[in-house]
């Protein structure tokens, strides 16, 4: 529990976190629709520095489609794309 609370928030290496890319499968699928730009946008943070909350907004083509949060910048846009991407695939 310990490397889990304490260690595992600052790993970035995601093969190593067993962790599925929604960022790159978003942006692919986008792509392949031939939908536009993709971006990312922090909103939001708070928190003392050791246990900080980010919050990101993925932006389509300047409007926003969806938001994530995480313990990292990397992590909340990660959970943002990966809501985007359920979001555009309900709508197909």
């Known amino acids: 529990q310990f490397a889990q609370e304490v260690i595992f928030p ?4 995601d093969a190593l976190m067993g962790v599925i890319d929604f960022k790159t499968q ?18 939001h943070e708070e928190g003392p520095a050791h246990h900080r909350l980010f919050t990101s907004e993925v932006l389509l083509e300047g409007e926003a489609v969806a938001e994530g949060q995480g313990r990292t910048k990397k992590e909340s846009e990660q959970k943002a794309a990966e809501k985007a991407y359920k979001v555009m695939n309900q709508k197909q």
Request: no cysteine; proline share 0%; hydrophobic share 30%.
């Open 10 to 13: 600052y790993v970035e290496d």
């Open 26 to 43: 978003f942006q692919e699928y986008i792509h392949r629709l031939n939908k536009g730009s993709v971006t990312y946008r922090l909103i």
